[in-house]
C-alpha cells in the first residue's frame, strides 16, 4: 500500500525528471564543470517551491535547496551527483542521480499531507574525482539534517547496507633521464619504480583480506620509448569495508611498497 502511494505520488512528475535525466546525460560534464547539469537541477527545484543557494562551500556547481513545511519536524537529506567521467560520460549513471532524488523529495512532499518536515537537497559535485562531498563537510555542509539519504544505479533494486572506506594516493617518481638507445646506462627509469610498485601491490594481494580492494594507473610515464625517463606519475586507490582495517593495514603495507 505505502509503495502504491509512493509511485501514484511520483507519477504527476515522471516525465519531466525523465526528461531532466536524459538531458544530464548529454551534456557528459565532468567533475567541477557541471555548470549546465547543476543550472537544470535548481531551475526545476526553484519552480518546485524549493529555495536554492548556489555555489556553497566554495563549490561553484554545489548547491543546497530547502523545502520546509511547519517547525520542529525531521530534516530529510537528499544528496545527488550529477558528474560524469573524463571523456567516457555517465558510465556511472549519475545522469540518474539528481532526477531520482529530486523525486523522492517531491513525493515525501506528497505523503506528508499536514506533518511537519524539512527537505534539504545538496547538489555534490566532483564525486568521480575529487569528491565534492568531502570538501562540503569540511566546510560546514550537512549539518542540518537528521539523516542523509542518496541513490545510485544499479543492475537490480537493492539497498547498500555498507560502504567501502577509501584512501587515494598520487606519487611522483624521480630517477635519472637518458637516452634509451645511445646511453641507456646513463639512466635510471621512474617509470620502472612505478612498474615494481605495481608488481609489489599484486604480491601483497595475496595477503589482505579478500574485501580489499586497490587499483593503480599511470598518470604521465613522461617520454616516448626512446628516452628512460627521469619522471613518471601514478595514482593508487585503496578500498576496504573496514576503516579501520584500511588504515592499520592496508596503507602502511602500501607506503612500505
Known sequence: MKKQLISQALESHLSELVSMSDQIYDFAEPGMEEIQSSRLLTEYLKAKGFEVE?????LPTAFRA??????GGPSFGFLEEYDAIKDIGHACGHHMQGPSVIGAALALCDVCGEEPYKIVIYGTPAEETIGGKIIMKE???????????MMHAAPNTCVDVRCMALEC?????HG????????PHKGKSAFDSALLSFQGIEFLREHLLEDS????TILDACGPSNIVPGRA????TLRSYSTDYLENVIVPRFQDI
Open 54 to 58: 548556489c555555489g556553497i562551500a566554495g
Open 139 to 149: 566546510k560546514g555542509c550537512f549539518q542540518d539534517i537528521d539523516i542523509a539519504l
Open 213 to 216: 580492494r586497490m587499483h593503480y
Open 176 to 183: 635519472v633521464e637518458s637516452h634509451a638507445a645511445m646511453s
Open 169 to 173: 594516493y598520487y606519487v611522483t617518481f
Open 233 to 236: 606519475k601514478a595514482e593508487y
Open 66 to 71: 530547502v523545502y520546509e513545511q511547519g517547525s
